[in-house]
């Protein structure tokens, strides 16, 4: 069984970076920047002593920038 709270490995993540940043250099850019995360976190609070609420979450988020000259441009998305 996989106790993993992650889809994704890291080697994933590293590739799906390079492939935005060579993606990006054969279209023209001069730079660019890549920011691929994924995260899992837990939150309790208590109230007077006892459990009152229990939070999970897991997110994943990418985001690029890209130069050409002068100009740049940036875009992101998360689920």
Do not use: P, W
């Amino acid at each position: 069984m996989n106790d993993s709270v992650f889809t994704h490995s890291q080697a994933q993540l590293q590739q799906l970076a390079r492939d935005m940043l060579q993606y990006a250099q054969q279209k023209g850019c001069s730079h660019a920047s890549v920011d691929v995360s994924e995260g899992s976190g837990l939150s309790v609070s208590v109230r007077r002593g006892k459990t009152d609420t229990i939070e999970t979450n897991r997110d994943k988020g990418i985001s690029i920038t890209v130069y050409i000259g002068q100009r740049r441009g940036n875009a992101s998305t998360s689920d």
